[in-house]
């Protein structure tokens, strides 16, 4: 608890956990207009999950140039800009007018959202550094924090706009007023030089961050999936009458997030870094049987037992690459983190897709066979790569 000490009474730490939170407050408004957007543009499983694809087309465009970006701007100083864009960026999808401006607002979105993500973990990173202080896993809660309050918050004011676009407007525009007067707290803040890693590339110093990489890529991949899709599954697999319930699930999969991760740095001390991400992919695992059980209550619960599990295993796998030999941290750390955060992107197109073909449930539960992938990957690939590093 230590680091939510740090975060709630020193303003810098605040600062960019809140950022944090940002990201994760506009999509989890977003998600719950998915189904509008879908049922707006007559869209089948297929085209949003190639709309959603759009997103992660935008990282994939964008991220080879993020490093040169936050050098030429600053670290401080971009993760401002890209929160901002990024916030306005999110007004796109929910005025699309047919398929084409709404792929080519999801890109647009993609951009904006992947470089922020690899600005505010560096960030933390770099912080981490100068203060001699562990808050990244912390700074993942407040990550799921603002789905929490986006989901929650954008469930009790959907009702009262007539269209969703206005509801996103002003979740826009609160992020980015918090947003520009905290970041006079980390602003000034640069990347650091890199003296300790090899001017000319090593390939095999990355090596043991593949391991961790495809780790986070497939742990991700949940987190995006249950986002985008959670919301559908209640209403098309589980087939609740109540709309206003289709939320529940991703609502307990963001608070048992947060408070697995609010937690996570004291647990990871007492486990170790294998330890606690075995005993995540375990409860994941877990938690995507209730999923399957396809019985409201027990389903819901499985969300939120994912949650949990899930919780852990990202922030431990950024403090893991942290401390690759011959790499610097917030190099090492932006590698993951924009590997990890490809997954978070393409895992619901690749539901969309399996959905189309078979069904949503079939696409559930090709994310429980890659968490059991990841548990046994962690199992006997994991303990060589943290001895490497």
């Not at 009262?160 to 826009?172: G, K, W």
Request: net charge positive; glycine share 10%.
């Amino acid at each position: 608890m230590n680091s939510l000490k740090l975060i709630l009474f020193k303003p810098k730490y605040f600062s960019v956990t809140w950022v944090f939170a940002s990201l994760n407050i506009l999509i989890g408004t977003w998600v719950l207009y998915i189904p509008y957007v879908k049922e707006k543009l007559e869209l089948n499983d297929s085209e949003i999950g190639f709309a959603l694809f759009c997103l992660a087309l935008g990282i994939l465009v964008f991220l080879p140039l993020v490093p040169y970006i936050i050098k030429k701007i600053g670290l401080g100083k971009y993760t401002i800009i890209g929160v901002t864009l990024f916030a306005i960026a999110f007004i796109g999808p929910l005025v699309a007018v047919n398929y084409i401006s709404l792929c080519l607002s999801l890109f647009i979105v993609g951009i904006f959202s992947g470089s922020t993500d690899v600005a505010m973990n560096t960030l933390v990173s770099e912080i981490e550094k100068q203060d001699d202080n562990n808050f990244m896993s912390a700074a993942h809660g407040f990550f799921s924090l603002g789905g929490v309050i986006g989901a929650m918050l954008g469930s009790i004011l959907m009702t009262f706009f007539i269209l969703p676009v206005y509801h996103m407007m002003i979740i826009a525009s609160c992020v980015i007023a918090i947003n520009l007067w905290l970041s006079k707290h980390y602003i000034k803040i640069k990347e650091s030089n890199t003296s300790e890693e090899k001017k000319t590339f090593q390939l095999s110093a990355f090596k043991p961050l593949l391991v961790i990489a495809f780790l986070a890529f497939v742990i991700m991949i949940s987190e995006g999936a249950i986002e985008h899709w959670s919301t559908l599954y209640l209403l098309e697999v589980v087939e609740i009458s109540q709309k206003n319930l289709a939320g529940l699930g991703f609502i307990l999969f963001s608070t048992t997030m947060t408070l697995g991760r609010f937690f996570g740095d004291g647990i990871s001390k007492k486990t170790g870094s294998i330890g606690i991400i075995l005993l995540g992919c375990l409860l994941a695992s877990i938690g995507y049987l209730g999923v399957l059980f396809n019985e409201f209550i027990v389903t819901v619960f499985g969300f939120g037992l994912i949650g949990l599990g899930l919780s852990v295993i990202v922030p431990e796998l950024f403090r893991i690459a942290g401390k690759t030999h011959g790499v610097s941290a917030s190099t090492s750390i932006s590698f993951v983190s924009g590997v990890g955060f490809m997954g978070f992107l393409i895992g619901p197109v690749a539901l969309g897709f399996v959905s189309d073909v078979y069904s949503l449930k079939m696409s559930f539960l090709v994310l429980f066979v890659l968490t059991v992938s990841a548990l046994i990957t962690s199992l006997f690939k994991l303990k060589k790569t943290v001895i490497r590093v």
